[in-house]
Structure formats: C-alpha cells, structure tokens
C-alpha cells in the first residue's frame, strides 16, 4: 500500500432496551416518526415481542453512525435521525442507508455496522472507509 492513505471512522453506541420501550410507549408515534423511518418501522413490528431490542438496536446504530460520520458530515449537513436508515439486505445483513438529499456519500468509500443485542442492551458499531 505504499503511497495510498486510507481514513478509518468507527462509532459505537449501546443503550438499554427499556429506555426505547418507554419513549415509544409514552411517546408514541412523536417519537417514532422522529426517528425511524416507515421501513424500519414495519421490519421492527414484525418482530412481536422482540420488537423494542431491534428498535433499540436500530437507534444504536443510528448513534453510532452519526459518530462515525461527524468529522466529515456534521459540520456541513443538517441531520435528521432518519437521514441514516438501518436495513437488511436479502441475506438479513444490516446496512446503512444514507439519505443522499442530507448526506453527501461521494467521499464515502464503504460502511460497515455491526448489531447486538439481548434483552437489557442494545448496542452497535459502524465503521466507514473514506476515499483519500
């Protein structure tokens, strides 16, 4: 790799379970459409009793990659919560999906996350390769 620089970001969030669960069950839809988007949403639902550890989990990374993206993207950019949506792909994978009318993704070479969780903690860690 002589003469080719790479930047490396990571962030990392954990929160408890149950403090997702009270803002919904108290907030309701305020909450919920503040922060996730419909498809996050539905793909939460769908998972009945388990549904607030992949919310929680989903609010994780949504910290996370804001962490990982601050030092290119918060100074220039207005960020929304659901600017960064979690989805899975066809092999159940979680992405990131940044919303390109808020986030410029051309210096964004490739973004990687990672999600657990139990039923007290949810936590996640994004990792995003930059273009040099």
Same mark, same amino acid.
């Given at each position: 790799?002589? %003469?080719?620089?790479?930047?490396?970001?990571? %962030?990392?969030?954990?929160?408890? #379970?149950?403090?997702? *669960?009270?803002?919904?069950? =108290?907030?309701?839809?305020?909450?919920?459409?503040?922060? &996730?988007?419909?498809?996050? /949403?539905?793909?939460?639902?769908?998972?009945?009793?388990?549904? &607030?550890?992949?919310?929680?989990?989903?609010? !994780? !990374?949504?910290? !996370?990659?804001?962490?990982?993206?601050?030092? =290119? /993207?918060?100074?220039? &950019?207005?960020?929304? +919560?659901?600017? /960064?949506?979690?989805?899975?792909?066809?092999? %159940?994978?979680?992405?990131?999906?940044?919303?390109?009318?808020? #986030?410029?993704?051309?210096? #964004? *070479?490739?973004?990687?996350?990672?999600?657990?969780?139990?039923? *007290? &903690?949810?936590?996640? *860690?994004?990792?995003?390769? +930059?273009?040099?």
């Amino acid at each position: 790799m002589h %003469g080719k620089k790479m930047k490396i970001t990571c %962030g990392c969030d954990m929160i408890e #379970i149950h403090r997702i *669960q009270e803002a919904i069950e =108290e907030q309701k839809l305020a909450f919920m459409s503040r922060v &996730y988007t419909q498809n996050e /949403i539905e793909y939460c639902e769908q998972k009945k009793a388990n549904k &607030y550890e992949h919310y929680a989990a989903r609010f !994780a !990374a949504k910290e !996370a990659a804001f962490k990982a993206l601050s030092c =290119e /993207i918060l100074d220039k &950019y207005e960020i929304e +919560w659901k600017s /960064i949506e979690v989805i899975n792909d066809q092999d %159940g994978r979680p992405q990131i999906v940044l919303d390109k009318e808020k #986030i410029t993704t051309s210096n #964004i *070479q490739n973004i990687d996350i990672s999600l657990s969780h139990c039923k *007290q &903690y949810a936590m996640a *860690q994004v990792v995003v390769l +930059w273009k040099e």
